[in-house]
């Protein structure tokens, strides 16, 4: 049973990971400043950018040199869940008595 809980542990893992990797990766909009000024920040920005949430340029996406460990993660954590499976005891199965005829 520990090995399907560490399989279990290790998918999840994994999957974290990769659902980390870019929010870790950079920036979605604007920089951060790193000091307040008393300008609005409406006033200090140039009138050509637009105000909007999206990235200036295209994000990195899925890549295996990226997400590498993640993906390791999981594949052992699913080979883990299929010993674990594989070696549980299973109950015997017994015959089903067929009704007998009156």
Do not use: C, H, Y
């Amino acid at each position: 049973m520990l090995v399907i809980w560490l399989g279990a542990l290790l998918v999840l893992g994994g999957l974290v990971f990769l659902v980390a990797q870019p929010i870790w990766r950079g920036r979605l909009s604007e920089a951060r400043r790193q000091k307040s000024s008393a300008v609005p920040r409406d006033a200090a920005m140039k009138p050509a950018e637009p105000m909007t949430l999206e990235p200036r340029r295209p994000g990195a996406g899925f890549g295996l040199k990226e997400n590498w460990p993640g993906l390791v993660f999981m594949v052992l954590g699913g080979i883990l869940l299929l010993v674990g499976a594989f070696s549980l005891p299973s109950a015997p199965i017994e015959p089903i008595a067929l009704p007998t005829p009156r």
